[in-house]
């Protein structure tokens, strides 16, 4: 796999060849005023091994959840995106099925309370 970075505003985005992404909206409301996750692993650009890759982000003070996206496109098309995961609580994730070989990105957006 192979993992890239790209920064939106609101969403921390990064690349991999078996890239992932995770982003979406809770009942909470989402809100760019408590920050963005900072992406750990995958690491962007990185060629992986471990199938199904683990994503891993730092905590964000405020966050009540977070929205996890992976997808084999950019982002820029719709039905591209393979993971998506919304309010998941913690801030690391493992899905339960491995990923085709391949590039994917991924992207995660902390949840702010309401």
Known sequence: MIIKN????????RTLIFVVI???????QTSSGIGTPVL???EDGLTITQNPPQFVWHNVD??????LQVSDD???????????????LD???????ALDGG???WRVQAVEGG
């Not at 950019?74 to 998941?88: E, K, N, P, W």
């Open 6 to 13: 790209t920064r939106p505003l609101v969403t921390s985005i």
């Open 22 to 28: 995770v982003c979406l909206s809770c009942v909470s």
């Open 40 to 42: 750990i692993l995958p």
């Open 62 to 67: 405020g966050a009540v959840g977070y929205n």
């Open 74 to 88: 950019t982002f820029g098309t719709l039905g591209s995106i393979i993971i998506d995961v919304s309010c998941h």
């Open 91 to 97: 801030t690391t994730y493992l899905p339960s099925s």
């Open 103 to 105: 590039s994917y990105y």
